[in-house]
Structures are given as structure tokens and as C-alpha cells.
């Protein structure tokens, strides 16, 4: 089943001394949908991938579609885009198309592009309430979860660090420390991002290819 909807969302949540964020005057968006069989977005799925495009963004659909290959985005994956309207813009890409594709080719179980008015910090509120509740859901179900965070931004690093908390399995991916040394392109910008995961990972994209590599 393929939505689109218009929705009004008010973010305030206080987890374990977690701030998890604030938009005083209630927030506007935008929001393309496809979920396996039903309406919204709440499922049961064992992965989440949330993607801050605002601070990486992918150069074109194909990178994007590779990006989520490697990451075996599959049928039991919830996969969370969000970015604000002026990064949409850059980007010119289709994006009921692009969650179109995803949904049909890795089968995902859910597929969201959420499109922000550019109040400050908006996407950012989005994607880590996305990780604080899946990480309670998972808590609660008791089942042994994984999510996934692809950006730089070291506000990831608190909610990400509950998710663990919970039992959560935590990847994140970042662009590449800029250097002529080696081992520093080998590691991701934010070290906080790198602290809070199980797993770090560098992403590049470079001469038209999607190169994804494990933090050494």
C-alpha cells in the first residue's frame, strides 16, 4: 500500500535523562510512505536504518540504492530518510519514486522520506525519536534488534548510546575524516558517533562508485 499524508508532529520526550528534543510551536512535514499491508508507519521489523540526507547526501538515486545494498536492506527492515526542503532541492530527486523503488527492490518492510520545513534542527528530532522508540519497542518485545545511522552528527550519539543501552545492535556510518594520512580516512568525522556503536563504518562516494568500509 503506497501513502502520502500531510502530518503535524510535536516532538518531546525525556528518556532515562535523555533529551531527545523539543519544537515549541509544533512542526509541519511532509512524508512519503509505503508500508508492507497497512497504514502508518509503526511495524515490527528487526533493523532500522535512519538516514540524516541533510548531512549526507547521497549524489545521485543509484548511490542512494546502492548505499542500502550493501547495507542488505531486506524484507525485515524499516528504512527512515529525512531531510529538509532546501536539501530536496539540491538533491532533484524524485522522492515518491526513490521510496517507490526501495520498497520494491529490497522488499523493506517499510520505507519513509520525510520532508522538513527548515526549522533548525528538525530532521535531527525526527530520526532520533525514530531511534528511542524502536529501541523501547524492541525492549519490550525482548527480541535482539539492530539499528542503523548514517550522518555525521555527533546529537546522534545520546539516543544512539540509549539504543545500546537496550540491547540494541548499533552500526554508524559516516563520511571520511579529510586527510593526506591513511588511517585517518579510514575513520569517520564524529569519534562520539564511532563511541556509541558496536560497529563504524566509512562511506564515499567517489568516481561514480559506493564504497562502504568497516572503521579500522
Not at 524499516?78 to 530536496?88: H, I, P, Q, S, Y
Not at 545500546?164 to 588511517?183: A, C, E
Not at 558517533?193 to 579500522?216: N, P
Request: one cysteine or more; aromatic letters at 6%; charged letters at 25%.
Amino acid at each position: 500500500m503506497y501513502l502520502q499524508t500531510t502530518q503535524r508532529t510535536h516532538l518531546d520526550r525525556e528518556l532515562h535523562g535523555i533529551s531527545i528534543g523539543r519544537v515549541s510551536h509544533g512542526h509541519v512535514f511532509m512524508r512519503s510512505v509505503v508500508v508492507h499491508g497497512q497504514v502508518g508507519t509503526r511495524v515490527s521489523c528487526s533493523t532500522l536504518v535512519v538516514w540524516d540526507v541533510d548531512n549526507i547526501m547521497p549524489p545521485n538515486e543509484n548511490a542512494l540504492l546502492q548505499t542500502l545494498r550493501e547495507l542488505e536492506v531486506d524484507s525485515d527492515c524499516k528504512v527512515v530518510l529525512a531531510a529538509n526542503e532546501r536539501t530536496m532541492r539540491t538533491l532533484s530527486m524524485d522522492r515518491d519514486g526513490v521510496v517507490a523503488r526501495v520498497y520494491e527492490r529490497f522488499d523493506a518492510k517499510a520505507v519513509d522520506w520525510i520532508v522538513t520545513k527548515r526549522r533548525k534542527n528538525a530532521v535531527d528530532l525526527i530520526l532520533r525519536d525514530e531511534i528511542v522508540r524502536f529501541a523501547r519497542e524492541s525492549m519490550i518485545l525482548g527480541k535482539k534488534k539492530r539499528c542503523v545511522c548514517i550522518s555525521n552528527d555527533g546529537d546522534f550519539a545520546g539516543p544512539l548510546a540509549y539504543a545500546g543501552y537496550l540491547g540494541l545492535h548499533i552500526v554508524t556510518i559516516g563520511t571520511p575524516k579529510r586527510s593526506h594520512h591513511t588511517t585517518q580516512r579510514m575513520k569517520i568525522k564524529n569519534a562520539s558517533l564511532a563511541e556509541a556503536a558496536d560497529v563504524s563504518m566509512v562511506l564515499e562516494y567517489e568516481d561514480g562508485t559506493t564504497r562502504l568500509h568497516e572503521q579500522r
